[in-house]
């Protein structure tokens, strides 16, 4: 009896792991992921058009963002995360069956709900079960290992869409990323979930059905994050290091172009810098127990490595930039992890949120920046000051100073 009893954490730990595996593979497996703009174009809506769906992508996403963090922690987590992935299935039903820009930017409301939905709930679930398992310095390798899921998810759609266009058009891409989606909604009801685990001796009630709820929740954690220097600085730490990476990499296609390859090398090229990030992800038990200062030279070799890559100007500076996104991607799990473990209230989907919303914002000031600077001096250029940012928050985190609100 002893011998079953500690073997139990782990067979908790092995079944969260899991399901969590295969939940975040197949949410990311979205064949229409290389397609839809090209399904837009097809309908006949205008560049300024597709556009301003993806403004409605965004906007969705960050209005729904803390309030279904809040909903998570007052309700249930695991029940977003069966709700997440028949939103966005719902969308890209509706984009093959009735294209047009009504349905298309509809679509996008329910993705951006679903990625909203799964955000906070997932990152407060997994480490709730984690901490009440005794395992919750394992949740940096967990996470790096998910996140590896997604990108190898993304590539995997990337390499499915071109044969399944050419048997079925969009209708059979459209199909195979509902049933994508409807799986996934299948494996999330195999998430453990032991709420009273997550509930900390104080003032604790949000968690608690039938008392504060949603309102109750969202209070709480805004409270948390207003009194604790520890949980403020770690928002905005995740806000900072996810989000400008996260923006950059939209315009990679761009600068190995600028780089002088063929048009039909540029996929080489992008495919090279998304190796280095499933590398980084599977990197974070190296990560895990570094302190500030070990933080802090991963972020000053990310953004070193950025730099050259980009600014030499060459297809081989490809390489050097895909060790700097391998390096981004571990120290985007690591901030996380290090959030997960500042929280001590019960409104930990909806901490974690805010750090989400952060990121949105963050991204969106990247996307306007990064378009004055490559307009004005061309993408080698806004990829080099793309930089600076990690540089700063490198020489901050070494100094061991505390990020003001």
Do not use: K
Not at 128 to 143: K, P, Q, S, V
């Amino acid at each position: 009896m002893v011998l079953i009893s500690a073997r139990a954490p782990d067979t908790a730990v092995r079944r969260l792991t899991a399901t969590l595996y295969g939940y975040a593979f197949l949410s990311d497996l979205v064949l229409l992921y290389p397609l839809y703009a090209l399904l837009f174009s097809d309908t006949g809506l205008s560049v300024w058009q597709i556009s301003s769906l993806f403004a409605v992508w965004s906007v969705a996403g960050f209005l729904l963002e803390v309030p279904s963090g809040a909903w998570a922690d007052a309700v249930s987590r695991r029940l977003l995360l069966c709700i997440a992935p028949l939103c966005a299935g719902a969308g890209f039903a509706l984009w093959v069956l009735l294209p047009s820009y009504p349905a298309f930017a509809a679509g996008f409301v329910l993705w951006g709900a679903g990625g909203a939905l799964r955000t906070g709930a997932l990152e407060a679930l997994v480490f709730t079960e984690l901490d009440r398992g005794g395992a919750a310095g394992r949740y940096a390798r967990i996470i790096g290992r998910a996140r590896t899921a997604e990108v190898l998810a993304v590539m995997a759609s990337i390499a499915l869409a071109g044969p399944v266009f050419a048997w079925g058009g969009y209708p059979a891409v459209g199909a195979a990323s509902v049933l994508a989606c409807l799986l996934a909604a299948a494996v999330a009801t195999g998430f453990p979930e032991h709420r009273a685990a997550d509930v900390p001796v104080g003032p604790a009630a949000c968690a608690a059905p039938g008392r504060q709820g949603w309102w109750g929740c969202l209070r709480s954690a805004l409270a948390e994050v207003r009194a604790d220097a520890r949980v403020r600085g770690a928002v905005l730490l995740v806000a900072v290091v996810t989000a400008v990476w996260g923006a950059v990499d939209e315009y990679v296609p761009l600068l190995a172009r600028e780089s002088g390859v063929a048009e039909s090398t540029v996929p080489l090229l992008v495919l090279l810098v998304w190796s280095g990030v499933t590398v980084g992800g599977l990197l974070a038990p190296v990560g895990e127990r570094w302190g500030r200062r070990g933080l802090a030279g991963l972020l000053a070799l990310a953004a070193s490595a950025l730099a050259v890559g980009a600014g030499v100007g060459r297809p081989a500076g490809f390489v050097l930039i895909a060790v700097a996104f391998a390096a981004f991607q571990l120290a985007t799990v690591l901030t996380g992890a290090r959030l997960q473990a500042s929280i001590t209230g019960p409104g930990r989907a909806t901490v974690t949120s805010l750090a989400g919303m952060g990121t949105d914002l963050t991204i969106v000031g990247v996307y306007g920046a990064y378009g004055l600077l490559a307009t004005a001096a061309g993408n080698r250029t806004a990829f080099v000051w793309a930089a600076v940012p990690y540089l700063v928050v490198a020489a901050l985190v070494a100094a061991g100073r505390r990020a003001r609100g």
